[in-house]
């Protein structure tokens, strides 16, 4: 057993305690509180002490939407005004689907988690289309829910789920099923996709949604240039039904959301469809970075709050984003948000970035029971307000992870 004593302890699921204590034993988090609970622990026969010094401890982060197999986009996808330009240049840069044995892929993927522990995740929700991450994630101890991501807008059926079943099996781990989003996926996938789902060990779902104005405009008139594209690489289908309706809406009355659902983005939304989503139970994703890179515009964050929905953080990939610093991420909601209080901030990095993903009786927080998983992070002198700093962008050089070497779902420093 060991008692770790900081500056500052940030449990997440209370205040932060200043001059505090964490207890750790055999992986897992015994206490956290202050230092009267070092002294206390001190007549327990086998504690250990280790005073760290000016550091805050804090649960790892939980990055709830990132594409690790277009690492080896990074830099080569520059912004743009219009989230479809910029997509286009994603594709013409892209080529492809990656392989899950191409080389330089799997390089660029493995460099990603390295930078992801670096900067504070333990945990990731991984869209992928090529099924490449799960090994890697496996191989570096990072946890989280890769989803297979599948798209077509003229599947008619759940066809394409069964044809990708053994490659889901063989990849091992937690794995789920992502549908892309509405403008690529027809309305029989979706429903075969959140079937096949809610069935599944599994049953967490993600999906782009309100992302842009063009999806907007795309599902309340058909037109626009999303419809453009789909007809220029022949896959539009003349029994499409425009929706008429919002995002939320759309996918609401396809019965497709509930509270085991990951929307992510969510630029477009109004209040009406926020209200919604926080009824509903569902868990919205903000990428705010990378919004602002693929031309989306900046995401309404202060309203998401406001709305009482539950929000994560994600970076989204490195073909448009220059990090996978979740700090940076927070540091961009701030300026976004200056209203919204820091520690609701921090919680959405945390814990429910982690109840998201089906992952907080394990991570999130600083709770009695959960795995030790901690972040110990150094500070530049007196700190007086602990969240605020912690919110203002913090660079991988100070971060280090606390825990037993060797021991299950923990790392050393």
């Known amino acids: 057993m060991t008692a770790y004593r900081a500056a500052w302890v940030c449990p997440i699921d209370r205040p932060p305690i200043r001059d505090g204590v964490v207890i750790v034993e055999a992986g897992r988090i015994v206490a956290a509180g202050s230092r009267e609970l070092l002294d206390s622990a001190q007549d327990r026969p086998g504690v250990g002490n280790r005073d760290l010094g000016n550091v805050v401890l804090m649960p790892g982060l939980v990055n709830a939407h990132i ?14 005004a219009k989230f479809t330009d910029w997509v286009k240049q994603l594709v013409a840069t892209r080529g492809g689907i990656e392989r899950p044995d191409d080389p330089a892929v799997l390089a660029s993927l493995r460099t990603a988690i390295h930078e992801l522990h670096a900067s504070g995740t333990v945990a990731i929700g991984d869209i992928s ?9 496996r191989d570096a101890g990072l946890d989280g829910v890769v989803f297979h991501e599948l798209l077509g807008f003229k599947e008619r059926d759940g066809a394409l789920i069964e044809r990708s079943r053994d490659a889901r099996a063989a990849a091992g781990g937690r794995v789920s099923l992502a549908p892309h989003a509405p403008y690529s996926t027809a309305p029989e996938l ?16 993600s999906v782009h949604l309100g992302e842009s104005p063009e999806e907007t405009e795309f ?16 896959v539009w289908r003349d029994d499409w039904t425009v929706p008429a309706c919002g995002p939320v809406e759309y996918l609401d009355r396809l019965g497709v959301i509930d509270a085991r659902t990951l929307v992510v983005h969510g630029v477009q939304f109004d209040d009406a469809a926020l209200a919604r989503l926080a009824a509903i139970g569902a868990t919205l994703v903000t990428c705010p970075r990378s919004n602002e890179w693929v031309g989306v515009g900046q995401p309404p964050i202060e309203r998401f709050y406001r709305s009482g929905v539950a929000v994560a953080v994600g970076t989204d990939s490195l ?12 540091k961009a909601m701030r300026r976004m948000a200056p209203l919204v209080p820091a520690r609701k901030l921090l919680e959405s990095a945390t814990l429910i970035g982690a109840r998201g993903l089906g992952l907080d009786g394990d991570l999130g927080s600083l709770t009695p029971g959960k795995r030790a998983e901690i972040l110990a992070i150094e500070l530049p002198g007196p700190v007086d307000d602990i969240e605020e700093y912690l919110v203002s962008g913090i660079d991988s050089s100070r971060i280090k992870h606390l825990g037993t070497p060797g021991t299950p779902g923990t790392r050393g420093t």
């Open 319 to 330: 073909a448009s984003v220059e990090d996978l610093n979740l700090f940076s991420e927070l």
């Open 190 to 205: 979706f429903q075969a996709i959140r079937a096949e789902v809610s069935a599944s060990a599994c049953r967490i779902m």
């Open 67 to 80: 594409h690790l197999e277009l690492s080896w986009l990074r830099g080569r996808v520059p912004p743009a």
């Open 129 to 137: 289309n090529s099924l490449a991450s799960p090994a890697a994630m």
């Open 219 to 234: 599902l309340a008139a058909g037109t626009g240039p999303w419809r453009g594209m789909l007809e220029f690489i022949g």
